[in-house]
């Protein structure tokens, strides 16, 4: 189980709070002007195939940037105190 963990780490360290309320805040940011500019875009050349071309780089996009735990989401973190032995 220690070598799942060890593996685990490697592949896809933690985040810190301070990178999960940074990640929450550009998702919701990508989400907000990705769907609207496709929207308006879509309107202004009135074609539907442009609103569903950009909602759906909208979410690669945002997959690309919020799933993986990039180094600018590990800058804070949470430093443990040791345990106590008796």
Same mark, same amino acid.
């Given at each position: 189980m220690m070598l799942f963990n060890k593996i685990s780490n !490697? &592949?896809?360290? #933690? !985040?810190d709070y301070y990178g999960?309320? @940074?990640? #929450? &805040? =550009? =998702? @919701?940011s990508i989400f907000l002007i990705g769907f609207t500019l496709s929207l308006i875009l879509g309107l202004i050349f009135k074609k539907i195939k442009i609103v569903i071309h950009g909602m759906v780089a909208?979410? &690669? &996009?945002n997959l690309i940037l919020t799933i993986p735990s990039w180094y600018f989401y590990r800058k804070n973190p949470l430093l443990f105190k040791k345990r106590k032995t008796e």
């Open positions: !490697l &592949i896809d360290p #933690k !985040l999960q309320k @940074h990640n #929450k &805040i =550009m =998702m @919701h909208t979410v &690669i &996009i």
